[in-house]
């Protein structure tokens, strides 16, 4: 799901992309450090952490390979926050394993975190819903919608750069599906894990004031 | 924002307060004894979950690949005037059909086509110029190789004026114009062609073994950038706490 930066900058609009890259993603994350309550410091830590490992993890697809990515998780957890924590795994992933490139970085977290806000809004009340079955089936979702909607963003950057239409959706969305349906089952695993373990791991990261977090747990 | 006082009077006042809750004060303020029995009291009652994550983690590790075919690389030698290369992803499959765009300095396109099935491509060469040939094989998978231009035959005219890409110009006329300077001898010009493949065909050869180089360098790379992310953490909590005892 990384852009490398040799895709974008040979033409005009694909420069144009990575500049707005850039500001939406400073955008969310000005947003994201703004409302992270600062005792969730080392969760986001080691979301992302887990962000940073997931992309190494590779499933092989035919002639290329997919790898979890694991947005979804990201952002069910911690919302806004997610776009920091992505922001900070996807310059270790570029400095460390050679994925992506510094002026993709802002498209790429983009495409990555936007996505993970969402499934945030859609999914983080039924995550700590009563009933098992119901919080299952919301962690599934997330994963799996982190990494549709991710795969779309993704589709829809490299159409506005210039790629064929049909070839983007076979190359982007149909290479996604099987890795949605993966990280749909790692990110309910996640979810089922945490509501044994650290329920309070899921409540509302943002606009929570300090103490007041768990009154709806 | 600050915690401190708010849990104590919760545990003070409030002894009955949800599981949750109750293991995390004990957790942050109780001592030690107490907190190593608390956390091995919840390990015990999740554990079935628990040994079901770790075994599904397992299975993704030994179902996956460890090569990772993701990288694309990008290797071209210039031959007479003729740019000849070669795409292939990190772990050794070809990018078949990838679209190849060759740009000059100032980003000009210079020319343009794809790999065939096993990942080759050619590319004639109109100018004497840096060329930097950029593959993209769709769906952000992409990489770039750059071509000098003293690779380049002396007789190709320099890039003066904007280079056109409907300017198909067939590649005999090109040495006509320009500078009309003398070619190597033509018989040692095979020979060297061959030669030029055998060592190409090393080249490629030695670039597969410094990706596998790199994959294997990988494992110290993820401990510190997991050591990277915590050092941030502990940076991020130590000003936050500054500001918290200036404040107080």
């Not at chain 1, 990575?18 to 947003?31: C, E, Q, T, Y």
Request: charged share 20%; with cysteine.
């Amino acid at each position: 799901m990384h852009i490398e930066e040799a895709v974008l900058t040979i033409s005009p609009a694909g420069m144009a992309i990575l500049a707005g890259g850039w500001g939406l993603s400073a955008i969310g994350v000005g947003l994201g450090l703004r409302r992270m309550d600062y005792e969730r410091v080392p969760q986001v830590a080691m979301l992302s952490s887990a962000f940073f490992v997931a992309s190494l993890i590779h499933v092989p697809l035919g002639f290329t390979s997919v790898h979890l990515v694991l947005n979804g998780l990201v952002g069910l957890v911690l919302g806004w926050a997610a776009f920091p924590a992505i922001l900070i795994a996807l310059l270790l992933q570029m400095l460390l394993l050679g994925f992506g490139g510094l002026t993709s970085l802002g498209i790429n977290t983009l495409v990555m975190a936007l996505p993970a806000v969402a499934v945030y809004g859609l999914f983080n009340r039924a995550a700590r819903a009563k009933r098992d079955a119901v919080a299952f089936g919301s962690g599934f979702a997330a994963g799996a919608l982190g990494i549709v909607l991710g795969a779309a963003l993704l589709a829809a950057t490299m159409f506005a750069a210039g790629d064929a239409l049909e070839r983007v959706a076979q190359v982007v969305l149909v290479a996604h599906l099987p890795v949605a349906v993966i990280e749909g089952f790692v990110t309910a695993a996640a979810v089922m894990f945490l509501r044994k373990v650290r329920p309070e791991a899921l409540v509302a990261p943002l606009a929570a004031p300090a103490g007041l977090e768990l009154s709806d747990g | 924002m600050d915690r401190g006082p708010v849990s104590r009077w919760s545990r003070a006042k409030r002894p009955a307060a949800r599981p949750a809750e109750r293991s995390r004060t004990r957790e942050s303020i109780g001592p030690i004894g107490q907190r190593t029995a608390s956390s091995r009291r919840v390990g015990r009652r999740t554990a079935a979950p628990a040994g079901r994550g770790v075994c599904a983690a397992l299975a993704i590790f030994f179902l996956v690949s460890p090569a990772s075919a993701h990288k694309l690389n990008v290797f071209a030698v210039v031959e007479g005037k003729t740019i000849r290369g070669e795409a292939y992803f990190r772990g050794g499959g070809p990018a078949r059909g990838a679209a190849v765009t060759a740009v000059g300095p100032r980003g000009e396109k210079l020319g343009e086509t794809t790999t065939g099935d096993e990942g080759k491509f050619s590319l004639e060469v109109r100018f004497r110029s840096d060329h930097r040939l950029v593959v993209d094989a769709g769906g952000g998978h992409a990489g770039e190789y750059r071509v000098a231009a003293d690779e380049m035959p002396k007789e190709l005219p320099a890039p003066d004026g904007s280079p056109n890409l409907a300017d198909e110009r067939p590649a005999a006329a090109d040495s006509a114009p320009g500078d009309p300077a003398p070619a190597e001898s033509v018989p040692a010009r095979s020979d060297a062609t061959a030669s030029l493949e055998a060592l190409r065909v090393q080249v490629v050869k030695l670039r597969e073994d410094l990706d596998g180089f790199r994959g294997e360098a990988r494992f110290r790379d993820v401990i510190g950038g997991i050591g990277y992310i915590v050092g941030a953490m502990g940076l991020v909590l130590y000003v936050v706490a500054r500001r918290r005892i200036r404040d107080a």
